[in-house]
């Protein structure tokens, strides 16, 4: 099996970590930006294409600010993300208002950045009139309940807590148009980590549907459709990466036939992907400091879930990397499990993985946690988040957010 590559070797670790001990998260810029630019080369062909990066899955400052210079905009569900876009320059239009269970105050913080107001119920309209008034602009999450070709890979959309159902859809958009809207946008997002092209050809076929018959029943013209995020990761070495430029072609191709011969053209096609966008660009960097053997053999780390919780939360794999020691082939090899320090047995970064054989004091680059790794951060059992650094083009390195320390997790006490 090839291994997965790093932009850094272990010396290269070694040294930094003189200036930052482990565990550390490094963002390699470079992968950053390809990513992105992937993103809108793949959709170059539709002129108002934009990809709005999902906050939540990197929200740091100097992250958004590199994808800012990409093009990319931002969608956000809470008040600190609205506020983090707004701090970077994203605002207006290249923010995207993708939240559920939404409080009052962030629909008004939203209303008044001037950010597309993404509505996930029928219900929300009033809501939001009473606490922020009707915006020009208003699109409505769409969730299409029971599809056959959906259920196999994903599960059912039936279950999932998101969107307005077909019916609503309708009723939603006839009640946006009487109380002013003038401006439409429709969304939906039933895919998650997905590696398989066809599947976004398969939404595209379906939205463009309901944006046809909704201006069939109403005359509305819908302005944008947006495919939400769930654009995949290849995060075992033999998977297949998602070929973005074959989504855009085949997305391409389904637009050609449905939407250009109609008026609906020229349909802005909007996404929200997080994954695709930043997982690559991350590592965490981590020390092997115990070794123990009872019933397995585990090998103990400065890292636990609280810095990366995917392994711990859904079994998701990420691949490890004993710096300097995978890169060479035919080392003696060993299956063990890579354990952190909470009280929870599920923190586990990995389990009966084969691994060249470890010793106390080797540094662990942990791969593909640059979505949804820092971020699903947590200080149970007192552990504190670690720092994140940013390699950048030149190949120099920035800290990019500190460490927090034991005054960070006092900060909202009184003693
Ligand atoms: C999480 C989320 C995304 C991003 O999903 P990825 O898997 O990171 O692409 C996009 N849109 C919404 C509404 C989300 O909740």
Same mark, same amino acid.
């Given at each position: 099996? =090839?291994?997965?590559?790093?932009?850094?070797?272990?010396?290269?670790?070694?040294?930094?970590?003189?200036?930052? =001990?482990?565990?550390?998260?490094?963002?390699?810029?470079?992968?950053?930006?390809?990513?992105?630019?992937?993103?809108?080369?793949?959709?170059?062909?539709?002129?108002?294409?934009?990809?709005? %990066?999902?906050?939540?899955?990197?929200?740091? #400052?100097?992250?958004?600010?590199?994808?800012?210079?990409?093009?990319?905009?931002?969608?956000?569900?809470?008040? #600190?993300?609205?506020?983090?876009?707004?701090?970077?320059?994203?605002?207006?239009?290249?923010?995207?208002?993708?939240?559920?269970?939404?409080?009052? &105050?962030?629909? *008004?913080?939203?209303?008044?950045?001037?950010?597309?107001?993404?509505?996930?119920?029928?219900?929300?309209?009033? %809501?939001?009139?009473?606490? !922020?008034?009707?915006?020009?602009?208003?699109?409505?999450?769409?969730?299409?309940?029971?599809?056959?070709?959906?259920?196999?890979?994903?599960?059912?959309?039936?279950?999932?807590?998101?969107? &307005?159902?077909?019916?609503?859809? *309708?009723?939603?958009?006839?009640?946006?148009?009487?109380?002013?809207?003038?401006?439409?946008?429709?969304?939906?997002?039933?895919?998650?980590?997905?590696?398989?092209?066809? %599947?976004?050809?398969?939404?595209?076929?379906?939205?463009?549907?309901? $944006?046809?018959? /909704?201006?069939?029943?109403?005359?509305?013209?819908?302005?944008?459709?947006?495919?939400?995020?769930?654009?995949?990761?290849?995060?075992? =070495?033999?998977?297949?990466?998602?070929?973005?430029?074959?989504?855009?072609?085949?997305?391409?191709?389904?637009?050609?036939?449905?939407?250009?011969?109609?008026?609906?053209?020229?349909?802005?096609? %909007?996404?929200?992907?997080?994954?695709?966008? !930043?997982?690559?660009?991350?590592?965490? /960097?981590?020390?092997?400091?115990?070794?123990?053997? /009872?019933?397995?053999? @585990?090998?103990?780390?400065?890292?636990?879930?609280?810095?990366?919780?995917?392994?711990?939360?859904?079994?998701?794999?990420?691949?490890?990397?004993? &710096?300097?020691?995978?890169?060479?082939?035919?080392?003696?090899?060993?299956?063990?499990?890579?354990?952190?320090?909470?009280?929870?047995?599920?923190?586990? *970064?990995?389990?009966?993985?084969? &691994?060249?054989?470890?010793?106390?004091?080797?540094?662990?680059?942990?791969?593909? !946690?640059?979505?949804?790794?820092?971020?699903?951060?947590?200080?149970?059992?007192?552990?504190?988040?670690?720092?994140?650094?940013?390699?950048?083009?030149?190949?120099?390195?920035?800290? /990019?957010?500190?460490?927090?320390?034991?005054?960070? @997790?006092? $900060?909202?006490?009184?003693?």
């Amino acid at each position: 099996m =090839p291994e997965k590559t790093l932009p850094f070797d272990r010396e290269f670790i070694e040294n930094l970590t003189q200036k930052y =001990p482990t565990p550390f998260y490094i963002y390699d810029e470079k992968t950053l930006r390809r990513c992105a630019r992937l993103f809108n080369e793949s959709f170059a062909w539709n002129a108002g294409f934009q990809e709005f %990066f999902a906050v939540k899955a990197n929200p740091n #400052p100097e992250i958004l600010k590199i994808l800012k210079s990409e093009k990319l905009g931002g969608d956000c569900s809470s008040l #600190p993300e609205l506020l983090l876009c707004e701090r970077v320059g994203l605002r207006g239009e290249l923010t995207m208002f993708t939240s559920n269970n939404t409080p009052p &105050l962030e629909f *008004f913080k939203a209303k008044e950045l001037g950010a597309i107001i993404n509505l996930d119920d029928v219900t929300h309209l009033p %809501f939001l009139e009473k606490c !922020a008034g009707v915006p020009d602009l208003i699109s409505f999450r769409w969730n299409p309940g029971a599809l056959r070709e959906v259920e196999s890979v994903i599960g059912n959309p039936v279950d999932a807590k998101y969107g &307005l159902t077909t019916e609503q859809i *309708f009723e939603a958009f006839a009640l946006a148009q009487k109380k002013g809207a003038k401006r439409f946008g429709l969304h939906t997002m039933i895919a998650s980590n997905m590696l398989k092209e066809d %599947f976004f050809e398969f939404t595209a076929k379906t939205i463009f549907d309901l $944006a046809l018959e /909704i201006e069939r029943r109403f005359g509305i013209k819908i302005e944008f459709v947006n495919l939400g995020g769930g654009f995949g990761v290849a995060y075992r =070495p033999e998977e297949l990466p998602l070929n973005l430029r074959e989504v855009g072609e085949r997305i391409r191709g389904v637009y050609d036939k449905m939407i250009a011969p109609t008026d609906l053209a020229p349909l802005k096609i %909007f996404t929200e992907s997080g994954r695709f966008i !930043a997982a690559e660009a991350g590592t965490l /960097i981590t020390r092997v400091i115990h070794e123990k053997k /009872i019933y397995k053999h @585990y090998f103990g780390v400065d890292a636990c879930m609280a810095n990366l919780m995917r392994p711990g939360m859904y079994g998701a794999y990420h691949h490890i990397t004993a &710096l300097g020691k995978s890169e060479t082939p035919n080392l003696p090899k060993e299956k063990v499990d890579v354990v952190g320090s909470l009280c929870e047995n599920c923190d586990k *970064f990995a389990v009966d993985r084969e &691994l060249p054989k470890l010793e106390i004091g080797d540094l662990l680059a942990i791969h593909d !946690a640059g979505a949804h790794g820092y971020a699903m951060g947590f200080q149970y059992n007192g552990k504190l988040r670690c720092a994140e650094l940013l390699l950048q083009e030149d190949r120099s390195v920035r800290m /990019i957010r500190r460490a927090e320390n034991v005054d960070d @997790y006092f $900060a909202t006490l009184n003693f």
